[in-house]
T-cell receptor, first 111, second 112 residues
Framework: RKEVEQDPGPFNVPEGATVAFNCTYSNSASQSFFWYRQDCRKEPKLLMSVYSSGNEDGRFTAQLNRASQYISLLIRDSKLSDSATYLCVANTGGGGNKLTFGTGTQLKVEL | SQTIHQWPATLVQPVGSPLSLECTVEGTSNPNLYWYRQAAGRGLQLLFYSVGIGQISSEVPQNLSASRPQDRQFILSSKKLLLSDSGFYLC???????????FGPGTRLTVL
């Protein structure tokens, strides 16, 4: 089983739609989680950190369910510029504060 | 503010040739530094990390090596490249004691 699993998509949604991505993690000791956004052929950029039950930043909401080892990202009022790959990330602990990345969920927002 | 630089941006190398990729961070001291590789259509794989000068931890055995000769400089090397070394190489930094990582622009390596 992969340490961090995501539905690869693509999710094709119309502009203005609400879309949700799910992610599961296998290491119950993980304490912190992140969502990164990666545009084609670019570096990942931090979208949101999740340390407790959730976090909200404008149109983006992340929720964490530790009992089910599940993280979600909700994007409201999707914009064309939201088209990207969204990476779910878990801190795997140990020395160096290492992170484990999911393979990403691709979002395409269309007119 | 902190910035992270990587060079070169793009590299095409023949099989068996050496490799040296450089990463530097500005605006912070004693960062944790990380090298990742992202193969086409795949996730990020952690290759090495460093918590200080001269301190390197290897995550995946391979023909690559890393060095940290200065506090804010991280170098990825290989003596002989393989075809399977092709990929997008990303350097990241994090403030010591934190786990939020920030990525450089990456180096796209093609081994022919």
């Amino acid at each position: 089983r992969k340490e961090v699993e995501q539905d690869p998509g693509p999710f094709n949604v119309p502009e203005g739609a609400t879309v949700a991505f799910n992610c599961t993690y296998s290491n119950s000791a993980s304490q912190s989680f992140f969502w990164y956004r990666q545009d084609c052929r670019k570096e990942p950029k931090l979208l949101m950190s999740v340390y407790s039950s959730g976090n909200e930043d404008g149109r983006f909401t992340a929720q964490l369910n530790r009992a089910s080892q599940y993280i979600s990202l909700l994007i409201r009022d999707s914009k064309l510029s939201d088209s990207a790959t969204y990476l779910c990330v878990a801190n795997t602990g140990g020395g160096g504060n290492k992170l484990t990345f999911g393979t990403g969920t691709q979002l395409k927002v269309e007119l | 503010s902190q910035t992270i630089h990587q060079w070169p941006a793009t590299l095409v190398q023949p099989v068996g040739s050496p490799l040296s990729l450089e990463c530097t961070v500005e605006g912070t001291s004693n960062p944790n530094l990380y090298w990742y590789r992202q193969a086409a259509g795949r996730g990020l794989q952690l290759l090495f990390y460093s918590v200080g000068i001269g301190q390197i931890s290897s995550e995946v055995p391979q023909n690559l090596s890393a060095s940290r000769p200065q506090d804010r400089q991280f170098i990825l090397s290989s003596k002989k490249l393989l075809l399977s070394d092709s990929g997008f190489y990303l350097c990241a930094w994090a403030r010591v004691g934190t786990d939020t990582q920030y990525f450089g622009p990456g180096t796209r390596l093609t081994v022919l």
